[in-house]
């Protein structure tokens, strides 16, 4: 039972390291954005990474559940974070940016959701690629 725990937390810490990291990269080349463009990047880059492993699932199954939660629960949870795009959003709209709000909401779930098709396909071309 306390290797789950060591998994989810080793995979967590790592996640929120890339996390910080990709967000520190992305705002220091984009200063003063309006747009909450570090948190879109980490979240699309969880969710091709989510839609790529479920689609490693599907057609392998190799993937048990310590990886699942090492990478899944630990990494991913801690990579993306729905607590910082509602802040933000929040953020937006206290300014009275609904327009820049709107958009982020927008961009972030139908962009996500591709992401997630995206990185599902590209695993499942993979897979014929690999296994042929």
Known sequence: MIIQYILVGLGG???AILRFVVEACVNSLISKSIFPFGTLIVNLLGCLV???????IVVSGRIGPRARLLFITGFLGALTTFSSFGYETFE???RHEITTALLSVLVQVL???F????GYVFSRL????IYI
């Open 13 to 15: 810490s790592l996640g």
């Open 50 to 56: 989510i839609g790529f492993l479920f689609g490693v």
């Open 92 to 94: 937006l709209i206290t």
């Open 111 to 113: 962009v996500g959701i």
């Open 115 to 118: 992401a997630v098709w995206a």
């Open 126 to 129: 993979l897979a014929k690629v």
